[in-house]
């Protein structure tokens, strides 16, 4: 039969509602009381479960992730899917254990799911839209954004330093001698690809290097095929630049593919450069040149911030920004400015 507190307060010499403060660990124990306490409870082998823990604490260590995504594929994303990795090591590391769901939409319907479980906290990672925001204050439980932006003051949110990433690629293109660029944006409407674009532009302009719109390809969505047709259609055209600038690595190797089997050399012929450093962007060929974005990083901080607004604490600062850092490989001829080289 399975121990109980009554058991382990009998076997301890002390009151159930000691053992309780001692499971629970709220409310002052002598040190005598709680080694007793500690003592009987390996005795006993109690294991107390999680909904009695959750009961006596009103913490379940229990966190929701909700990954706000409008195109497949979402958990599995080579980006969202390396935050997911961080936050989930470092959560078991903290002893909580995490709910995942995904919304294509920017809806309540993922938020209503987790609330219903019970979460002490969530993390809502990429976009939102000002009345969700509303909706998860309104609903007087603690959460941080990762990778989206918000005008609120009050709300936390964790992102990478895409302004100065785009900046930094255009310097890298500029040190290798690249004047014919051409860029891969990504959906405007979503803060990294826009951010990533505007540091781009603004220093190639510093430079007196004007891009057209005709030189932009605003594709709508952000995957590997979009940088595949990019190349195929620039072909057609007879307008292949010197160098393409994608706004994430997943396009940018979309292009390396129809650049290679187009028989074009890389980067003799044509640099490419992409944004991220997923895992696939030192394994394609050749491998990308890229600017890092800090996933395991974002990750692991949210979770150590979200355990911090769970505690009560919220002298916490409202915007962590992580810095870019510029990856140099084979797909781009290198430049004094590379801080990295693989």
């Known amino acids: 039969m399975k121990a109980t507190i009554h058991d382990?307060?009998?076997i301890a010499g002390v009151s159930k509602s000691t053992v309780s403060r001692v499971?629970?660990?709220?409310?002052?124990?002598?040190?005598?009381?709680?080694?007793?306490?500690?003592?009987?409870?390996?005795?006993?082998?109690?294991?107390?479960n999680a909904l009695a823990r959750a009961m006596v604490s009103r913490h379940t260590r229990n966190i929701g992730?909700?990954?706000?995504?409008?195109h497949y594929p979402i958990a599995s994303h080579p980006f969202y899917g390396k935050i997911l990795d961080s936050i989930l090591e470092t959560a078991a590391q903290m002893d909580y254990s995490i709910f995942v769901?995904?919304?294509?939409?920017?809806?309540?319907?993922?938020?209503?799911?987790?609330?219903?479980?019970?979460?002490?906290?969530?993390?809502?990672?990429?976009?939102?839209n000002h009345e969700l925001i509303d909706y998860f204050k309104g609903s007087d439980i603690p959460f941080v954004m990762v990778n989206g932006s918000t005008?609120?003051?009050d709300v936390i949110h964790l992102v990478n330093d895409d302004l100065n990433g785009g900046r930094m690629a255009a310097d890298h293109f500029l040190a290798c001698g690249y004047r014919s660029i051409a860029v891969i944006a990504g959906p405007q409407d979503h803060r990294s690809h826009s951010l990533r674009l505007r540091g781009f532009r603004a220093r190639l302009a510093e430079s007196g290097i004007h891009l057209a719109d005709r030189q932009i390809c605003y594709a709508a969505t952000s995957q590997?095929?979009?940088?595949?047709?990019?190349?195929?259609?620039?072909r057609k055209e007879a307008q292949m630049p010197e160098a393409i600038f994608a706004t994430n690595d997943m396009m940018a190797i979309g292009a390396i593919q129809a650049i290679s089997e187009t028989g074009g050399r890389i980067p003799t012929d044509i640099a490419v450069m992409g944004f991220d450093d997923i895992d696939f962007a030192a394994m394609s060929n050749p491998s990308l040149t890229?600017?890092?974005?800090?996933?395991?990083?974002m990750g692991r901080q949210a979770v150590e911030m979200l355990d911090q607004l769970i505690q009560g604490n919220t002298d916490l600062?409202?915007?962590?920004?992580?810095?870019?850092?510029?990856?140099?490989r084979s797909s781009t001829h290198s430049s004094s400015l590379s801080n990295h080289k693989e």
């Open 8 to 10: 382990i307060a009998k």
């Open 23 to 48: 499971i629970s660990g709220n409310g002052y124990v002598s040190p005598e009381a709680r080694e007793k306490v500690l003592r009987a409870t390996e005795v006993l082998n109690y294991r107390p």
């Open 65 to 70: 992730v909700i990954i706000y995504r409008q």
């Open 101 to 128: 769901s995904t919304d294509q939409e920017i809806s309540s319907r993922s938020a209503d799911f987790l609330l219903e479980k019970r979460v002490d906290g969530l993390i809502l990672i990429s976009r939102l």
């Open 151 to 153: 005008d609120d003051q």
């Open 224 to 234: 590997f095929q979009e940088g595949y047709q990019f190349v195929h259609t620039m």
């Open 290 to 297: 890229t600017v890092k974005s800090a996933k395991s990083q």
């Open 317 to 328: 600062p409202k915007r962590a920004q992580f810095s870019a850092e510029l990856i140099v």
